[in-house]
């Protein structure tokens, strides 16, 4: 015979007043004979934390002698959870400033010539991370640009800045690295001065 059952979400103890993060798709469902029901539950963390919550299964029809005898569901089994946010860290330059900023200085260097320096980031966190990377210079005299040392240059897409806010995107996997090359062309028509760019992530 088809068998209605009750799905419920509960507090781990008695301390928790409410199920935080985890959602059930459905709170009944019914199992046609001989066949089996997958019960879909959604783990959405809010903060940097451990969650946990009591999953349990009745059997309709005998829930009403469950409170009565207090006996334990036909199925029950514990959930846990962390929310974790991504980790992205700048491995090179090493230079910091009071502020504790990265910062890359370029040497003096003469009109129309140009200089590179690497920027090296790694997802050293547990979850898969995007990176936007927003170029605010002035004097239109740094760039980016693809590093050869990328092991996956695929993940990297550098945009037109004339065209987008973004001056490029970078998707890195757990553990992975992305190298991108900063160039510095101070142009002859400007003349000789001091120049200044942020790169912001």
């Known amino acids: 015979v088809p068998v209605d059952i009750n799905l419920i979400l509960r507090p781990p ?51 009403k002698a469950n409170r009565e005898t207090r006996s334990t569901p036909n199925f029950s089994c514990e959930l846990h959870g962390e929310g974790h946010l991504p980790r992205v860290t700048i491995l090179r330059p090493a230079i910091r ?33 995007k990176v936007d990377f927003y170029l605010h210079d002035v004097e239109n005299v740094y760039s980016i640009q693809p590093s050869s040392d990328n092991p996956n240059p695929d993940n990297l897409v550098i945009n037109d800045i004339t065209r987008k806010a973004t001056a490029a995107s970078a998707i890195f996997e757990v553990g992975q690295r992305i190298a991108l090359d900063i160039l510095f062309k101070p142009k002859p028509s400007q003349g000789p001065q001091r120049y200044e760019g942020v790169l912001r992530l």
Do not use: C
């Not at 059930?24 to 469902?29: C, K, M, N, P, T």
């Not at 089996?36 to 829930?63: C, K, L």
């Not at 129309?112 to 991370?129: E, F, H, I, T």
């Open 97 to 129: 400033n009071k502020k504790a900023q990265t910062m890359m200085i370029f040497n003096k260097l003469l009109l129309g010539r140009q200089a590179m320096q690497q920027l090296l980031l790694v997802n050293d966190g547990v979850l898969p991370a």
């Open 13 to 63: 103890s008695k301390g928790h007043k409410a199920v935080e993060a985890f959602e059930l798709d459905a709170h009944r469902a019914q199992i046609p004979p001989y066949s089996n029901h997958y019960a879909v539950v959604s783990f959405t963390p809010t903060s940097m934390q451990s969650y946990s919550a009591i999953f349990d299964v009745t059997v309709d029809g005998q829930s």
